[in-house]
């Protein structure tokens, strides 16, 4: 989160051009790129990282908001897309979940929100990850 917050600096968000992959290269895998949409299921990835899209259950293959189904992470990561756009600052979660192989997780998330004109979040970067959570 310091992260956003250094990008930030004076402007009220970072822009998706302050998000270089090279520089991000250590954590890029577990990132994606959600290019928002009115309304906000109808919002697409346009950018899903290796490993977050193999903990989904998906090859990397671009979706929209609604298609990432809450059995997954990347549909995890983003449930609280519409607090983030409320509030206007990251947000970062965490939880557990049963996923689509009906195997529980417990997860970490962030979510950034991007501005291109400072005003309007066009886009939210996030990144997330996740482990089986060990039997009792």
């Known amino acids: 989160m310091a992260w956003w917050w250094k990008r930030r600096a004076e402007r009220g968000f970072p822009t998706l051009e302050d998000f270089n992959p090279v ?3 250590d954590v890029w895998r577990y990132c994606f790129t959600l290019m928002l949409k009115n309304p ?3 919002s ?3 950018y899903v990282g290796k490993a977050i899209a193999e903990a989904s259950g ?20 983003t449930s ?3 607090r983030v756009l409320e509030g206007r600052i990251p947000l970062i979660g965490n939880g557990e979940f049963v996923d689509f192989r009906g195997q529980t997780v417990l ?6 929100p991007v501005s291109h004109n400072q005003e309007k979040i066009d886009y939210l970067i996030g990144a997330a990850r996740s482990k089986a959570k060990p039997s009792d």
Not at 107 to 112: G, T, V, Y
Request: proline fraction near 3%.
């Open 107 to 112: 997860f970490r998330s962030i979510l950034l």
């Open 44 to 46: 697409s990835f346009v």
């Open 23 to 25: 520089e991000l290269s």
């Open 40 to 42: 906000l299921p109808q």
């Open 80 to 82: 609280d897309a519409e």
């Open 58 to 77: 998906g090859s990397g293959e671009l979706v929209t908001l609604e298609q990432a189904g809450e059995d997954t992470l990347l549909g995890r990561a």
